[in-house]
């Protein structure tokens, strides 16, 4: 049964850094894409960021790249996600998600995975 469990959320003041991390655990990753997904109060989810569990390649939104940034570390079957210069707009419970389906042109697209773990709240304070 794969699980996957976030960690790192908490509170922060506007300006600072936030490093999320998912630990994955239950199955073989390597031909899995990964995302970190968001949800604010109100909101549907969207998509924030994927990489690829055997390559390594990345996908991150547009509107978050420039601060944002996903990686993993095989060894521990973690994937992070590193968040700088946070603004109260980034408050949402973040969410990590497995794809068995691999690497694709649909990582963006939520409906492309199939295990999520249970969310980590961020909250940014002005």
């Known amino acids: 049964q794969v699980q996957l469990v976030e960690s790192g959320g908490g509170l922060v003041q506007a300006g600072g850094s936030l490093r999320l991390s998912c630990k994955a655990s239950?199955?073989?990753?390597?031909?899995?894409?990964m995302g970190w997904f968001r949800q604010a109060p109100g909101k549907e989810r969207e998509f924030v960021s994927a990489?690829?569990?055997?390559?390594?390649?990345?996908y991150p939104a547009d509107s978050m790249k420039d601060r944002f940034t996903i990686s993993r570390d095989n060894a521990k079957n973690t994937v992070y996600l590193q968040m700088n210069s946070l603004k109260p707009d980034d408050t949402a419970v973040y969410y990590c998600?497995?794809?068995?389906?691999?690497?694709?042109?649909?990582?963006?697209?939520?409906?492309?995975?199939?295990?999520w773990g249970r969310g980590t709240q961020v909250t940014v304070s002005s």
């Open positions: 990489i690829s569990w055997s390559s390594g390649n990345r």
């Open positions: 998600a497995a794809s068995s389906g691999g690497w694709g042109p649909s990582v963006g697209d939520r409906n492309e995975y199939d295990y």
């Open positions: 239950g199955g073989t990753f390597s031909n899995y894409a």
